[in-house]
């Protein structure tokens, strides 16, 4: 298994531009969601999904777009790119409690390193 | 809504020390998990322990082991026997459920031979 991927690792934006990182996973997980990481901020949630179809916000969700249409994909949208949005940004998995198994242990990505310029 | 306290910006150890990080939370809840995850310079997420709140048992893993109070809903991270490899960010997370983690701001932790 590859486990939870993420591309690009780096990623240089100019103001006003849009971008999608892609989140991937091959463990059949239901549930994934994304983070981004500032200094001193710690991660906060910016969407998640608990399966194909269905999304929700999470705490920082304004400028972010996202959509489910597999279970193994859940690509975030920048509309209009803003120096604000200059994060990392992470992509994890898990499986549902509607599954029976494991919930408690999220699968984290490697990271994409966004610049906005 | 939960939040997750981590008091202690930056931490440092001499190599085969002991040290604590601290974590408070709040919540309503009684049924929920706690985690401390370690991300070393690789920016990677790595779990390092967890607990369940029902359980008064205190997990350990290895040098890793946690004080969970759960009427001071207090969780505190121990790594004994430090080593070079535990240089990283620390982070506390609450989870209810299957329901998104819920992070601290982070404890930088050094370790110095």
């Known amino acids: 298994n590859a486990g939870v991927t993420q591309t690009p690792k780096f990623q240089v934006l100019k103001t006003g531009q849009s971008m999608t990182l892609q989140c991937a996973q091959d463990?059949?997980?239901?549930?994934m969601s994304w983070y981004r990481q500032d200094p001193g901020m710690g991660l906060r949630l910016i969407h998640y999904?608990?399966?194909?179809?269905?999304?929700d916000q999470g705490e920082v969700p304004n400028g972010y777009n996202v959509s489910r249409s597999t279970t193994e994909d859940f690509p975030l949208r920048l509309l209009s790119a803003a120096p604000s949005q200059t994060s990392v940004y992470f992509c994890a998995s898990s499986y549902s409690r509607a599954s029976g198994r494991d919930t408690d242990t999220q699968y984290f990505g490697p990271g994409t390193r966004l610049t906005v310029l | 809504a939960q939040t997750v306290t981590q008091s202690q910006p930056e931490m440092s150890v001499q190599e085969a020390e002991t040290v604590t990080l601290s974590c408070t939370y709040d919540t309503s809840e009684n049924n929920y998990y706690l985690f401390w995850y370690k991300q070393p310079p690789s920016r990677q997420m790595i779990l390092v322990i967890r607990?369940?709140?029902?359980?008064?048992q205190n997990a350990t893993e290895n040098r890793f082991s946690v004080n969970f109070q759960k009427a001071a809903k207090s969780f505190s991270l121990k790594i004994s026997d430090s080593q070079l490899g535990d240089t990283a960010m620390y982070f506390c997370a609450f989870m209810r459920g299957n329901t998104p983690l819920v992070f601290g701001k982070g404890t930088r932790l050094s370790v110095i031979a």
């Open positions: 607990q369940e709140a029902y359980k008064q």
């Open positions: 999904s608990v399966g194909a179809g269905i999304t």
């Open positions: 463990m059949n997980h239901e549930y």
